[in-house]
């Protein structure tokens, strides 16, 4: 695919992976979703769309899953 050709990594996920890693339970409500988000991020504004807040703890839950394969000694570590 292009995206490989263009050296992008691409991942997968489950609804049940990003509630489990936004909320801490996989079978979490839309709602409770929607809250984490808010309080993660802590925007400016309340995420209107829910289809923005679907792309938003997509992204986090992909976050949460990378660090676990991240080691603090790689300079590629997520540091808080």
Same mark, same amino acid.
Request: glycine fraction near 4%; aromatic fraction near 4%.
């Given at each position: 695919?292009?995206?490989?050709?263009?050296?992008v990594a691409m991942g997968e996920y489950s609804?049940?992976?990003?509630?489990?890693?936004?909320?801490?339970y996989g079978r979490a409500e839309k709602h409770? $979703?929607?809250?984490?988000?808010?309080?993660? &991020?802590?925007?400016?504004?309340?995420? *209107? @769309?829910?289809? %923005?807040?679907?792309?938003?703890? $997509?992204?986090?839950?992909?976050?949460?899953? &990378?660090?676990?394969?991240?080691?603090? *000694? @790689?300079?590629? %570590?997520?540091?808080?």
């Open positions: 695919s292009r995206t490989t050709e263009a050296g609804p049940l992976e990003v509630k489990r890693s936004v909320v801490g409770q $979703v929607q809250m984490m988000i808010q309080n993660v &991020l802590c925007p400016a504004e309340p995420v *209107a @769309s829910e289809d %923005a807040c679907d792309a938003l703890a $997509v992204n986090l839950a992909a976050l949460a899953i &990378l660090r676990i394969f991240f080691t603090a *000694a @790689s300079p590629w %570590a997520i540091s808080r």
